[in-house]
């Protein structure tokens, strides 16, 4: 199944996607993965509001996490051309859901920055609590997986010790294109990533290509970590890191500019396509 957020004149929407319509369900995502594991399910079919697939329309596949937990330097040859070693324990960060983004919409420069960088990754969304989960165990607490990309303000990022200014900028994390249920995606660590730039004549740049497969830290080992010290959620999202290629780690450093276009994708899961576009200098 695929689960998805649609944003209508209305607030927005949860929906599954069936046969490219968009079957209304009730609540949200978040709401229906807390119902327990056929919730989605029953309201699939019991579901009587279709809309026609708008790209456009679809907001971030879990609108309101309670949590978005990111996990920096979980590839090797990334975490060598940021200039360090991969830690020994998964290194977190946390985002703000007002940070994310539809998997369609156009992302924003802002206008206090030029560096914005790109970051596909594999993102994990929680469909059962707790606390102190085995690895052995961590598959079954795994709702779905979606792309995400993390994408970064890297002077901002960089101004201190903490991460949390360059990762938070409004709007910066597309999320989705939906959620894929654990069902379709039988081995997440075998996953290819890809990211391309697409210039505004065309021109399309391969930055990043690799496979989940070298993870540092496999999802398994990231949630039994997280479990040791915060309660996880159903509707929580756990960005598991991006590979290498980022703009800030080649030479010259290469930064997204308005015109272009980013898209992210990661293997049986989906694709996101964001065009970048200039904050404009009088929005409040």
Same mark, same amino acid.
């Given at each position: 199944?695929?689960?998805?957020?649609?944003?209508?004149?209305?607030?927005?929407?949860?929906?599954?996607?069936?046969?490219?319509?968009?079957?209304?369900?009730?609540?949200?995502?978040?709401?229906?993965?807390?119902?327990?594991?056929?919730?989605?399910?029953?309201?699939?079919?019991?579901?009587?509001?279709?809309?026609?697939?708008?790209?456009?329309?679809?907001?971030?596949?879990?609108?309101?996490?309670?949590?978005?937990?990111?996990?920096?330097?979980?590839?090797?040859?990334?975490? !060598?051309?940021?200039?360090?070693?991969?830690?020994?324990?998964?290194?977190?960060?946390?985002?703000?859901?007002?940070?994310?983004?539809?998997?369609?919409?156009? #992302?924003?420069?802002?206008?206090?920055?030029?560096?914005?960088?790109?970051?596909?990754?594999?993102?994990?969304?929680?469909?059962?609590?707790?606390?102190?989960?085995?690895?052995?165990?961590?598959?079954?607490?795994?709702?779905?997986?979606?792309?995400?990309?993390?994408?970064?303000?890297?002077?901002?990022?960089?101004?201190?010790?903490?991460?949390?200014?360059?990762?938070?900028?409004?709007?910066?994390?597309?999320?989705?294109?939906?959620?894929?249920?654990?069902?379709?995606?039988?081995?997440?660590?075998?996953?290819?990533?890809?990211?391309?730039?697409?210039?505004?004549?065309?021109?399309?740049?391969?930055?990043?290509?690799?496979?989940?497969?070298?993870?540092?830290?496999?999802?398994?080992?990231?949630?039994?970590?997280?479990?040791?010290?915060?309660?996880? !959620?159903?509707?929580?999202?756990?960005?598991?890191?991006?590979?290498?290629? #980022?703009?800030?780690?080649?030479?010259?450093?290469?930064?997204?500019?308005?015109?272009?276009?980013?898209?992210?994708?990661? !293997?049986?899961?989906?694709?996101?396509?964001?065009?970048?576009? !200039?904050?404009?200098?009088?929005?409040?």
């Amino acid at each position: 199944m695929r689960l998805g957020t649609l944003l209508t004149d209305g607030g927005p929407r949860a929906v599954a996607l069936v046969d490219g319509r968009l079957a209304e369900l009730p609540g949200s995502v978040r709401s229906l993965l807390a119902a327990g594991t056929d919730a989605a399910q029953r309201a699939l079919e019991a579901a009587t509001t279709f809309h026609d697939l708008d790209p456009a329309r679809l907001g971030p596949a879990v609108a309101d996490p309670g949590k978005v937990i990111c996990i920096g330097k979980n590839y090797a040859d990334h975490a !060598e051309e940021l200039g360090g070693r991969p830690p020994e324990k998964p290194e977190v960060f946390l985002r703000a859901r007002t940070s994310l983004a539809g998997p369609y919409q156009p #992302v924003m420069r802002p206008r206090v920055s030029e560096q914005m960088d790109w970051e596909v990754e594999l993102a994990v969304v929680i469909g059962r609590g707790g606390r102190h989960i085995r690895a052995a165990d961590a598959p079954g607490h795994v709702a779905g997986y979606a792309v995400f990309n993390d994408i970064s303000i890297r002077d901002y990022q960089n101004f201190g010790r903490q991460w949390t200014p360059g990762k938070n900028f409004d709007g910066s994390g597309p999320l989705g294109p939906f959620l894929v249920t654990a069902d379709e995606v039988p081995d997440p660590a075998r996953l290819e990533l890809t990211c391309d730039l697409i210039s505004g004549s065309g021109e399309v740049r391969r930055m990043q290509s690799s496979n989940t497969r070298l993870m540092v830290h496999p999802v398994p080992a990231i949630i039994a970590f997280l479990s040791e010290w915060t309660t996880i !959620e159903p509707g929580d999202v756990i960005a598991t890191g991006t590979p290498g290629g #980022v703009g800030f780690g080649r030479s010259p450093v290469v930064w997204m500019q308005p015109g272009e276009t980013v898209v992210c994708r990661v !293997e049986g899961v989906g694709e996101l396509k964001n065009e970048v576009v !200039e904050e404009p200098s009088d929005r409040s």
